[in-house]
């Protein structure tokens, strides 16, 4: 039983790894693709998305884990 509850977290955490990938891809993507089409010349939009993305990820994590914890 333990080691099946285990593999289930490793899954998770492998899934989570992957979004974050593709995630974060997109989002630099999306941010470049914004900051050409409004003209910047500084890559504004490049930084703040994927940034945002990681913040609020890490606060959903802290939050899910504290959740778990007190259970």
Known sequence: MQNKT???QWGKFAGLASQWAIALTLFIFLGKYIDQKIGRVAPLFLWILPSLFIVFSLFKIV?????????
């Open 6 to 8: 285990n593999q289930i």
């Open 63 to 71: 939050r899910d884990t504290q959740l778990k914890s007190k259970k």
